[in-house]
């Protein structure tokens, strides 16, 4: 008898672990029921001329709720994530209120229902005072893990003493989520920003902080016996350096380090190219790129991170740090797999493989039946320019806008549902919490 399934996507090439094979994919229940079938279903979606990926994961996020939702709020940064094809993020905790107990992950999670339009999970904030409640903290449901800000950071979210660092390390046993830039450092060279000149960002914010701090953190998670995940790594020193210790540290680059270079950026976008860690030389850059061919990172990250004109506008140094990303992840990766800088084989294992095995998500991150019906759906022909018409953030802007581009999400499909399709949202938002292995 033949078959019946909720979905099928006809026509399309696929990407499957064994190789990208040209075949029907059946959805029964949210979940992949076949590769390579026939029969009846509800509904069919043409994928003739695409490329039915694994469903794109962003495991770094600033959504902003609660708190500072005039900048964003997980309502608007999800419908961002979902239009530039991708299935599910990571939040991070820097709200108002913190992130950084159980209740504030209860609220945030609340907000979520209902109000996401993709995938989702929040980090725990570590602080001074909760340093010794992680290992409770990061099994709760929805938690994607533990978040440190060794540095740029305000308030409880900074943990910059290796007293508090070492208790953080040793409190818990999921992978710890590190920003690794060196306080004592940056205290200590702030007369070398430059009123009104956002290109000494980098120089006072430089090689040497981020390098202390990942040394730092790779003593501590060593004698801890801890997995940590550096985020945002911006220096070819620290992926030299971590990837000496690839059995404890894993780590996140961005698309904005790999594409930017300080010497065009700061000319052409002044504050708008200010984050954090900064956006640096183009030797830098070049640098990442042959470590990431290395397979050194593990993953993108967007490090999504959004502020207003208005506050964009101020001069620096009063100017915040940190530029939209999660809708622009998906096309300036496809951009760099047009343009020959790395095989849509290692994207995918950055965007889908690389989170579900380092962060152990269930049923997630690849093509394979029994699994969820989570696919990126893009068309790696597609020539288009990003146009601020298309950006879907509350803060109204991206570094990349103007850039021509060859490389399009065209679907998004979350356990089996439409969520969006050529640029046209489904009607209601879907999107539901993570589940993790290590939290049952």
Known sequence: MPQTFDLI??????????????????????????????????????????????????????????????????????????????????????TRPNTDSA???????????????????????????????????????????????????????????????????????????????????????????????????????????????????????????????????????????????????????????????????YPALGTYAQMNPPIRSAAHRDGLWRWLNQGVPDVIGSDHAPHTIEEKAKPYPASPSGMPGVQTLLPLMLNHVAEGRLTLERLVDLVSYGPQRLFGLKGKGRIVAGYDADFTVVDLRARWTIGEGWLASRCGWSPFTGMEITGKPMGTIIRGNRVMWDGQLADTAIGTPFRFDETG
């Not at 949210?30 to 509800?42: E, N, P, Q, R, T």
């Not at 007369?191 to 701090?213: K, T």
């Not at 620290?238 to 690839?246: A, G, I």
Request: with cysteine; proline share 4%.
């Open 103 to 265: 209740q504030a992950l209860i609220d945030k999670l609340a907000r979520a229902r209902d109000r996401m339009w993709c995938e989702h999970a929040f980090y725990m904030g570590a602080t001074n005072a909760n340093a010794r409640e992680l290992a409770e903290l990061e099994m709760l449901p929805g938690a994607a893990g533990i978040k440190v800000f060794m540095g740029a950071s305000t308030g409880d979210l900074l943990v910059s003493e290796d007293d508090v660092l070492a208790e953080v390390m040793k409190s818990g046993r999921r992978r710890v989520a590190i920003h690794a830039e060196d306080e004592a450092r940056m205290q200590a060279r702030m007369g070398e920003r430059v009123d009104g000149d956002p290109s000494s960002h980098p120089v006072w914010r430089d090689d040497e902080s981020a390098i202390l701090a990942t040394r730092r953190i790779l003593k501590l998670a060593r004698a801890a016996g801890r997995r940590i995940h550096v985020l945002h790594v911006t220096t070819p020193a620290e992926l030299e350096l971590l990837s000496q210790h690839k059995d404890i540290a894993s780590c996140e680059v961005t698309p904005q380090h790999l594409t930017l270079t300080g010497e065009e950026a």
């Open 9 to 94: 996507l006809k026509n399309g090439r696929v990407f499957t672990p064994g190789g990208i094979v040209e075949a029907d994919v059946g959805v029964r229940g949210g979940k992949i029921a076949g590769i390579g079938v026939s029969g009846d279903a509800g509904e069919v979606i043409d994928c003739t001329g695409l490329m039915v990926l694994p469903g794109a994961i962003d495991t770094q996020v600033h959504f902003r709720e609660p708190g500072l939702e005039h900048k964003e709020d997980l309502k608007s940064g999800s419908r961002a994530a979902v239009l530039g094809g991708i299935t599910g993020v990571f939040e991070m905790p820097n």
